[in-house]
C-alpha cells in the first residue's frame, strides 16, 4: 500500500515539481541576468519581486481551490458537473487581476517609506509597472492549469512551464542587454519579458481545453454570467490558501524592505539566498500539491482511512528529502551561491545565509507538504491562522530584534534569517498537530468535504 501510493504521488508530483521548477528557473533568470548587467538592478528587480510575487499568490490562491475541489468532484465520478464551477473561476480571476494591477502600480510609497535605496526603488517601480500588462493573461492561465492539477493531469502544465521558461530566457537577454534592435533597459526588461511570457501561457494552456479529458468538464458548453454560490463556495476554500501563500510571501518581502534600509549588498545577498531556498522548496510544495490531489480524490470517493495513509507518506518523503537537502545546502554552499554573482563580498554573506536556510529545511518542508494534504480535505482556515501567528508574531519581531540589534549588538541580514526559522518551527508543529487531528475525525472531513 505505503509503496503503491508512493508510485502515485511520484505520478501526480514530478510533472508538478518540473513545473515549479521551470517557474522557479524564470525567477533565476531575472536575479541572475539582472545581478550579471549590475547588482543595482538585481537588488531593483527583487524589490519588485517582493511587491508583485505575495499579492499575486494571494489572488491566485482563491482560484488554487479548484484543485482540491475538482479532486473531489473526480473521486465521486461527477467530473462532468465542473463546467459551472470553472467557469466561476475565470471569472473570479479576472476580477483578481484588477486588484493585482491596481496594487502593484502603485507601489511607490511602500519603498519610501522603508527608505530603499532611490535607485533600486526606480528599477523596481518600472519593473512592476511592465509587468502588470501581462496579470489577466497569467491570471486566467493558472485557473485553467489549477483545474488540469485537479483532473490528474500534471505533465501537460509542466510542458507549458518548461515552454514559457525558453520563451522567458529569451526575452531577458534581449530586453535586459538591448539586443535585436531593441533598447537596453537593464531591471526594466525584465518586467516586460515576464509580461509577455505570461501572455504566452495562457495562450498555450487554452490548446488544452479542446482535450477530450478536459471538454469533460463541459467548461465550454456555455457562457455563464457570474453565479454566486458557486463563486462562493471557491472564495471559502480559496481565500484561507491564498492568505496562507500571501502571509509567508508577505512576511519575506517585509524583511527585505528591512534588509533594504541595511544596504544593497545586504539586500543582493539576501536575495540570493532566497532565490535558493525557493529551489529547495519546490519539491515539498510539489509533493504537497500532489497530497491535495490525492487526498480530495479519496475524501471525494469516501475512503478516509486511505485519504490519511497519502497524507502521512507524503509526510515521510518531505523528511527525507529536507536531511538530503540541508546536507547539500552545508556542503556546496560556495559553488551554489557563486552561480549567482561574482561580487565576492555578496557572495560571502550570501554563503554564510545558507547555513541558517540548511538548517530550518526540516520544518520548511514538511510544513509545506502538510499544508498540501490539509488543503485535500478543503481544511484551510486553521492552518492560515497558525502560519498568521509563526510569521507575524514570532518571525518578524524576533528577526527585527535580532538584524536591528534592540537587545545586543545588530545581527544585520543573519537576524532576519534566523527569525524567520524560529516562525517556520512554530508553524510546523502546529501544522502537523492539526493534520493528524483532521486526518483521525471523520466527522469533519465530512463536514469540510460538503463546503
Known amino acids: 500500500m505505503i509503496w503503491n501510493e508512493i508510485r502515485e504521488l511520484t505520478r501526480l508530483g514530478l510533472p508538478m515539481v518540473g513545473t515549479q521548477f521551470f517557474i522557479m528557473a524564470m525567477g533565476f533568470l531575472d536575479t541572475a541576468m539582472a545581478g550579471h548587467y549590475a547588482s543595482v538592478d538585481l537588488a531593483g528587480v527583487a524589490l519588485g519581486g517582493n511587491i508583485l510575487w505575495p499579492v499575486f499568490m494571494l489572488l491566485a490562491g482563491l482560484t488554487m481551490a479548484l484543485t482540491p475541489m475538482v479532486a473531489h468532484f473526480r473521486g465521486e465520478g461527477k467530473v462532468h458537473q465542473l463546467g459551472g464551477l470553472v467557469r466561476q473561476g475565470i471569472w473570479l480571476a479576472l476580477f483578481s487581476s484588477a486588484i493585482i494591477i491596481a496594487i502593484i502600480t502603485h507601489a511607490g510609497p511602500v519603498f519610501d517609506f522603508f527608505e530603499i535605496d532611490p535607485t533600486a526603488s526606480d528599477i523596481a517601480d518600472r519593473y512592476l509597472k511592465a509587468a502588470a500588462w501581462g496579470i489577466p493573461g497569467v491570471m486566467a492561465y493558472v485557473t485553467l492549469r489549477y483545474v488540469c492539477e485537479g483532473l490528474g493531469h500534471t505533465v501537460e502544465p509542466m510542458l507549458i512551464a518548461g ?13 535586459i542587454y538591448g539586443k535585436l534592435g531593441f533598447p537596453e533597459m537593464g531591471g526594466e526588461g525584465c518586467g516586460w519579458a515576464t509580461a509577455i511570457t505570461m501572455w504566452c501561457e495562457l495562450v498555450l494552456m487554452l490548446f488544452l481545453i479542446s482535450r477530450p479529458w478536459f471538454r469533460e468538464t463541459g467548461l465550454l458548453s ?15 476554500v480559496g481565500l484561507p490558501i491564498g492568505l496562507t501563500s500571501f502571509i509567508g510571501m508577505a512576511v519575506f518581502s517585509v524583511v527585505a524592505f528591512f534588509i533594504g534600509s541595511i544596504g544593497v549588498t545586504a539586500l543582493a545577498a539576501h536575495s540570493i539566498a532566497g532565490n535558493i531556498n525557493w529551489a529547495t522548496f519546490v519539491i515539498p510544495m510539489s509533493l504537497g500539491s500532489a497530497a491535495s490531489i490525492r487526498v480530495g480524490y479519496f475524501v471525494g470517493a469516501g475512503d478516509f482511512a486511505y485519504a490519511r495513509q497519502v497524507s502521512k507518506t507524503a509526510f515521510q518523503i518531505s523528511l527525507v528529502y529536507a536531511l ?9 554552499r560556495h559553488l551554489i551561491t557563486a552561480i549567482y554573482s561574482n561580487d565576492l563580498i555578496v557572495l560571502e554573506v550570501a554563503s554564510s545565509l545558507l547555513i541558517i536556510v540548511a538548517i530550518y529545511q526540516i520544518v520548511d518542508c514538511t510544513q509545506a507538504t502538510m499544508i498540501g494534504s490539509l488543503r485535500g480535505y478543503k481544511d484551510t482556515r486553521v492552518p492560515m491562522v497558525y502560519s498568521l501567528i509563526g510569521y507575524w508574531i514570532f518571525a518578524l519581531p524576533i528577526g527585527a530584534v535580532l538584524g536591528f540589534g534592540y537587545i545586543s549588538e545588530p545581527w544585520g541580514v543573519y537576524g532576519f534569517w534566523t527569525g524567520m526559522a524560529l516562525g517556520l518551527f512554530f508553524v510546523c508543529m ?16 465530512r463536514a469540510f468535504a460538503a463546503i
Open 430 to 445: 502546529l501544522v502537523g498537530r492539526r493534520l493528524y487531528q483532521t486526518s483521525h475525525d471523520d466527522e469533519r472531513i
Open 324 to 332: 538530503f537537502t540541508s546536507i547539500l545546502l552545508i556542503s556546496g
Open 163 to 175: 515552454s514559457s521558461l525558453l520563451i522567458n530566457g529569451t526575452l531577458n537577454y534581449i530586453l
Open 222 to 236: 456555455r457562457f455563464e454570467w457570474l453565479h454566486f454560490d458557486n463563486l462562493l463556495s471557491i472564495i471559502k
